[in-house]
């Protein structure tokens, strides 16, 4: 199946144009939304029938974060999401944002030192990402000591879990005990006992007035019973947070890089942009409002390369959408790498024009259109703080450097779980003030970078 490669292949050139199908993966019915109403029939409409994640991806991270928030479902799923949303809310970005910044800073001075000044970005902004969630999960000093160990965990977990779920995809009672591998057992014992002596560590020091999210989990507390969540519990959205907001801020942040490398004018309007805001000094959260070509620039990257490229549910019960029936038990997915390149929705939908988002954009699509954290209620609890991060990084890190893609190098998306640029993402680093030895690149059209879709389609 070409999806055991690369999610991506399995949607051919005409998916860019549906609206609504239907089809079947072995014994499961299938049923794509993609257009602005029936993601809003889906997922916020119709959330109660199909709020629960698909058995792919359940089975897949169940190991190793049990009934944590990203999987979980029902009563389990809403009193979790109201202990965790308030602790990464937006309103709590200006105790992490020095964190952030302090972390980039030390990217930043790094690649100062580099020789030859080459990197594997999507390499380099995972290494940054870390740093900073487990920084803010588990304390500044906590965090230093234990990030390289929980990475290595993470990234050898996603390499031997299965992709896919054959049990369910053949229609069998979804109470048959899944078969997991000595390797994928040995991957979770070794996460989650760093993650419990990380905990346990915590419990037992000072904590003085250090800010973590660990430290707010601990002291949360069950809104109907009054009572402390269980250390299991804390565990797994400890793992839930750092899975969600280390993966998908480094991949998105490799995207941009890659992307603004290859549109003069849009690296030339952020750079003005950074200058004129910041004036060479580092950011803060104050700044955010006004960095809005440094967002746009972000968002328009989420739309073009979503790090969650596929948003699979399974219906709950029996539904219909515009006269089509949709079983209970089916799977119904949104798709945003289709829907975010939709021809009927969008513009030059494979072009790279972050003006799409700036404020008071009179063509701005329907949010339903663009759902690069999903949307509705199950709408990703943390997808404030990822987005404050990736600013942040991006505008320490682009005040001193440009990158430009080695020479050679051609990339493909390339999606199991999450959406990366196949084999890495190898770039140059160049210091801003430095003239360009090379040969000056052609100017960007007018209307914005095409990136195409590097698969075939588009």
Known sequence: MLGRRNFLEMWEDEAFDYEFSAGRLFMRKVFVCNSPDAVQFAFSLKNASFERKSAQMRYALQPLIGDGLFISDGDTWRKRRRIVAPIVHVS???????????????????????QPPSVDVLAEMAHLTAEIICRTIFGRQLGREHAHEIVDGFSDYQRVINQFDLVSLL????????????????????????????IESYRSRERADEVSVIGRLLDARDVDTGEPLNPEAVRNEAAVLFMAGHETTANTLAWTWYLVSQAPEVEARLHAELDSVLGGRLPTVTDLPHLSYTRAVLEETLRLYPPVPILPREALQDETYQGTRIPKGSLVLVVPWLLHRHRKLWDKPDHFIPDRFMPGNPGAPSKFAYVPFSIGPRICAGMSFGQQEAILCLATLAQSFRLRLEAGREIKPVCRLTLRPEGGLQMRI?????????????????????????????
Request: charged share 30%; with cysteine; hydrophobic share 40%.
């Open 92 to 114: 709590r970005l200006s105790e992490f944002a020095p964190v952030m910044v302090e972390t980039a800073v030390e990217a930043r001075d790094r690649w100062a030192r580099l």
């Open 430 to 458: 160049e210091p801003r003030e430095a003239r360009e030895l090379h040969e000056p690149r052609a100017a960007a059209a007018q209307d914005g970078l095409r990136t195409g879709c590097p698969l075939g389609h588009g």
């Open 171 to 198: 229609g069998l009672p979804d109470w048959l005990p899944r078969w997991y591998g000595p390797a994928v057992r040995r991957s979770v014992t070794r996460i989650h006992a760093v993650l419990d002596g990380i």
